[in-house]
């Protein structure tokens, strides 16, 4: 885990970080969220917002008071649909008029094997309600005033996750940050298709990454190829503990992660399932039983 050198941003106060990107920074944090959730305020005078944010009606009116004079609010953009990210969506979109645009629902973009498995828990911080006014495809790109942003699928973090990009830029949503890892909890969460879209990013050359949460990611590719390596890292550890003796996501995770507070054993948990589903579909671990969230892997 690697935290941000910069000040940590107030609440509510809007924020520039270059010309035509504001941040309003949403009064949530928590340790799945760091600071509170990133929203962006993106273009000049007809504006895009990223990723409003939870409802939260003291957020809404920051939001709104961020705009300039004779502003206009043109469209809103959500990275995914987990609570912290889109449920403002709908009543930023009332009193703006703005279409509300993402990938699709809460189930959209899931690899089918992995969202039909039963039993694996998940749906943390899931917006079950989400419904976009427009559906983006990956590699849309779309004009809002004097920015065009294009829409990049990097499912893994959730199956509907998208970064959008504006030339050298990327809003990277929950996929890459600087302060953290992402979890990665099936059946939203799909370790595979993580590490293809962090490879998919890998191939890019863009100049800064703006996260969802904690501070900008000044050198991104950098950071993504530390993301795979830690991901790789990661999954070695897991095959040695398998090979010392079978166990469970939770075991695997206590044997794993010494040096994480046990209140966050559960989410660590999580991401091992991740990486043990991976390996069993990818032919290196295996299991006696249905998938469960307490089913015992053992070395292939």
Partial sequence: MTHASQDRPQPGHCTPLAPGIRRVLAPNPSPMTFWGTNSYIVGTGTVAIIDPGPDDIGHLRALLDALDPGEAVAA????????????????????????????????????????????????????????????????????????NLTALWTPGHMGNHLCFAMGDVVFSGDHVMGWATSMVSPPDGDLGAFMASLQALSARSDRVFYPGHGAPVETPQARVRDLIAHRRMREAQILTALSAAPGSAADLAARIYTDVAPALLPAAARNVLAHLIDLDRRGLATRDTTLSQTTVFHPR
């Fill in 76 to 147: 809103i953009l959500v990275t995914h649909s987990h609570r912290d990210h889109s449920p403002l969506a709908r009543r930023l979109s009332a009193e703006t008029g703005a279409p509300i645009h993402a990938f699709g629902d809460s189930l959209a973009g899931k690899d089918p094997e992995i969202a039909a498995l039963a039993d694996i828990g998940g749906g943390e911080g899931v917006d079950p309600g989400f419904r976009p006014d427009h559906c983006l495809t990956d590699g849309e790109t779309m004009s809002v005033g004097d920015v």
